[in-house]
């Protein structure tokens, strides 16, 4: 009998403990586990994520009553809650960085731009699932849906109309948020949990810019700097060329190269003169690059996760308005398409008078350049962009001979996945190393090609313009095969703390390549400033890039880039 009562008692414990719900969190772990060990997030804290865990529950349960009956209910019902955790897993695996809310804004780009494998990939793992789910769903259960939906409701409203409400409960019952690592805080608290948070954060950051909208201020401060500009300027020439994706393999310390990937005419050209700039982006995001380059604030993402997603073509007067005022002419030339990004309404914002896409994306056929044929590489080449870029500025000298130019040209060539024409640019160099990435070896020789395509460019500028001030600067490094996993396999800048963030520069002053101590992308106006200036500008107040003892303030800098964006999104 006692038998009986222990094996009756034993069979109550086990159904308690092994069930759908148990077996589902014990499923999530296991994923997280295994993401964990290919480079993704460390999932040791998974179980102490309770919050995390009560709204796993709480979704899995919502999504298993309002679906029909069948053997495959309790798989099924887990396919969105998954779904989400891979969209975010492989936004930070490819782009090393946290998925947001606002990311959500990318995504058109991203479908654009992604391999045709990666997308194959995602149309199988992520898109049949929700396919399959939503097939499923008993749309008769109207009130189930409807009722059970409350509480993520309440949940989205007290994130977007009572943020502080939601952070500080979270900071006071999460496991706590790590300053200065979005993935650490999320290793401790869980990817929903964060998600929201971070947007949380972001409705918080735009009430915060209502005491910064100033617009008469604004225009004060600006005209004041154009006033400043034009005592002090020298007016010349600037050309500011932004490389996407444009990776030095000399700065893997783990990889040989069978010749070498620096071209001979850039060799000549720029020896050892070349420098650094840390980008506020990894693997992606262009525009975070721009907005810093363009700008001389900061990408925060405080607003968005790419803040030109935010312009509304409003001036806020950045490098190119302030120069607009002063007397340039400022030319705007991105080798892709103008919805990327926003980047119509964000060029306008930040000052350009002319915007020129190429004429096979945009209705505007008035465009000087051309992609031309792009059939077996995606993207159009440096060399074909620059060429047609330096016509028109020969061209734009001569018209209007006293009117200095600002030159900012975006290229796209060199963007994932390095696709390369092997009869137009035969490969040329091996990369060899314990560790392979295919990416990294057809990376390798359009950075050969791309240096003599730079080489000829400068020096073509030099002949045309020679006092000028000439900077060419990477938007980011790319993510590769592996992500950041294969810059820290290679030994990416000796694997130096954020050695993925830093970027090819280099800058030639009146014919002359120079080089600055490593410097942020946010201070490029500075230099161009400077420049303009015979120095003044430098003298007037402390520039990071001359003198590394000189420390940016980070409160002046968080008030600059809120009151920017404040007009900005007007």
Known sequence: MMQIFQLQYSRKIFQVLINRYSIFLLSMYLYVSIISLQGGMDSTAFFTQWVELIFLIYLYVYFYLILHPGRWRSLIAALP????????????????????????????????????????????????????????????????????????????????????????FVLGSGNGIVKYSDAKSV????????????????????????????????????????????????????????LESFLDPRLFKRVRFTTNPVHPDFVRLFGENTGLSISPVFGGATAQAEFEVLCGVPALEKLSSVEFNVFSGAPVYCLPGLLDKAGYHTVATNAYKPNFFNAALAYKGTGFNKIYFPREYTSNKNSYFSV???SKENYMFDGDLLDQNLTFVAKKLKETPKTPIFNYVMTIYGHMPHVMDDVRRPEVIRVLSDYPDDHLQRSTNQFYYRTQ???NYVNALIKLDKNSLIILVSDHVPPLRNGPNTYRELNYMNNIAGSFYYNSLMIVENGKPIVFDDMRHFDIPDVIFNYITDGAHCREQPCAFLNKATSHDRQLLLDKYYFLMAHASE
């Open 81 to 168: 809650i998954l779904v989400g955790y891979l969209v975010q897993d492989y936004y930070y695996l490819v782009y090393g960085k946290v998925f947001r809310l606002i990311s959500a804004l990318e995504l058109p780009e991203l479908v654009q731009i992604i391999p045709l494998t990666d997308g194959m990939l995602i149309m199988i793992f992520m898109v049949m699932p929700l396919i399959v789910f939503f097939s499923v769903i008993n749309y008769r259960k109207m009130h189930i849906i409807s009722y059970g939906a409350l509480p993520l409701c309440l949940l989205t409203g007290l994130v977007v109309f009572s943020p502080r409400v939601y952070t500080d």
């Open 187 to 242: 290793e401790s608290n869980g990817r929903y949990t964060m998600m929201f948070y971070k947007e949380a954060e972001r409705q918080s950051a735009l009430n915060m810019t209502s005491p910064y909208r100033n617009r008469i201020l604004l225009e004060s401060k600006a005209e004041a700097m154009a006033v400043k500009l034009k005592n002090n300027g020298n007016y010349r020439n600037i050309h500011l060329i932004v």
């Open 372 to 374: 031309g044929d792009v």
């Open 453 to 455: 395509a730079i080489a």
